[in-house]
């Protein structure tokens, strides 16, 4: 077991940079031969509580990719925790690799070493390309890890509440664009159809929506065309259409200056991590099109709001209804932006980074 001072394509100063820009915590690269572990876990903000992100594995181009994307990723679960009342920091965790060829039991309990090393600073759990199987082998070496199957008294499966989340934050952005929540009849595209993509869909077709999909997945379309009647749409030329909601649930930077000149769509709302690809341009640019974005962090909580109430103490009602307040808090978001005349991601990380303020201020005393 040994751990690396800096990833091979990126120098030590440019790793600190990256930590000294959005103010991260720790950066912790770990390695293993034996298994083929290359795992780095970024802990970005502990205030309010221990830092908890799931794990993915991602056969990324090089290092530093590996590096941005779980910075990246981190500093967004510690703004979803904050503005979802929740008593938790933010941390993320990425795995290096094919998930089809490196994953085994021993690379996921390696990685559990790893975890249990940090005693307790950072909870991980499942995502892209994990599972509550892998958080099983996880759970062997540590206690520090949620997303455990039911069996083992965990929440399971956290898409489907992740999804439900997104709903409750798209019928907001309607009842605000349109002053009416319902979707009924409304074009949707969904991009992305993976476990909470399709989950979303399942909530579309049952309120009546129009659904456009697209996805690499061949056999999800399929799927979702036989069973919802969806139109399946070819790459980016979902960018385009001319819908009423667009709903990004795939990877995450798709809302980039060329996307965002395309879309015809009044709302965007959906469950990707990190949609925009700089929050600081392409938020106004949003504002200035006059599309309503219900940010990321915010609709997408729904999946850390069930496994943090399996951290305290597994409820699948009590998680469903704190998911529920996604809706009234993204009515806020909106109100709060055009008070203040900014974008909406912009107001919902001041409400976020207020709640964090706060109990830093409360806590500064022994």
């Known amino acids: 077991m040994s751990t690396t001072q800096g990833a091979a394509q990126t120098t030590s100063g440019e790793i600190f940079g990256q930590l000294f820009t959005h103010d991260h915590e720790e950066l912790v690269f770990c390695q293993d031969k034996h298994t083929g572990l290359k795992a780095i876990i970024a802990i970005h903000n502990t205030v309010l509580g221990p830092g908890l992100g799931g794990t993915r594995i991602w056969n990324y181009t090089n290092e530093a990719d590996a590096v941005n994307d779980v910075l990246r990723?981190?500093?967004?679960?510690t703004y979803k925790a904050a503005i979802s009342g929740l008593n938790l920091g933010g941390a993320k965790a990425v795995i290096i690799g094919d998930a089809k060829t490196i994953k085994t039991e021993a690379l996921m309990r390696k990685f559990g070493r790893f975890v249990e090393n940090l005693h307790g600073k950072y909870i991980t759990a499942e995502d892209v390309n994990t599972t509550?199987?892998?958080m099983e082998y996880v759970n062997m070496e540590t206690s520090h890890v949620v997303g455990l199957p039911e069996s083992m008294g965990g929440g399971g499966d956290p898409s489907p509440v992740t999804a439900y989340g997104a709903y409750m934050g798209m019928k907001a952005s309607a009842q605000h664009v349109w002053g009416n929540d319902s979707l009924r009849g409304k074009k949707i595209a969904v991009q992305g159809i993976g476990k909470v993509?399709?989950?979303?869909?399942?909530?579309?077709h049952k309120e009546g929506a129009k659904l456009f999909i697209s996805d690499i997945n061949e056999e999800a379309l399929a799927k979702y065309v036989k069973e919802f009647g969806a139109t399946v749409v070819k790459?980016?030329?979902?960018?385009?259409?001319?819908?009423d909601v667009f709903a990004p649930c795939a990877m995450g930077a798709i809302l980039n200056t060329d996307n965002i000149n395309k879309l015809k769509c009044k709302i965007i709302a959906g469950a990707a991590n990190n949609q925009l690809a700089d929050e600081n341009i392409h938020g106004p640019m949003l504002v200035e099109k006059g599309i309503a974005y219900a940010p990321d962090f915010l609709i997408n909580a729904g999946g850390l709001i069930n496994v943090y109430q399996e951290h305290i103490g597994y409820n699948r009602e009590t998680a469903m209804r704190s998911t529920e307040h996604i809706y009234d808090v993204t009515l806020q978001i909106y109100k709060a932006a055009e008070l203040s005349k900014t974008h909406t991601q912009q107001a919902a990380m001041n409400l976020a980074e207020k709640r964090i303020n706060d109990i830093k201020h409360v806590r500064a005393t022994y």
């Open 197 to 204: 993509g399709g989950h979303l869909l399942e909530h579309l």
């Open 73 to 77: 990723l981190s500093r967004g679960m």
């Open 132 to 134: 509550t199987k892998d």
């Open 235 to 243: 790459g980016d030329e979902i960018f385009a259409l001319d819908v």
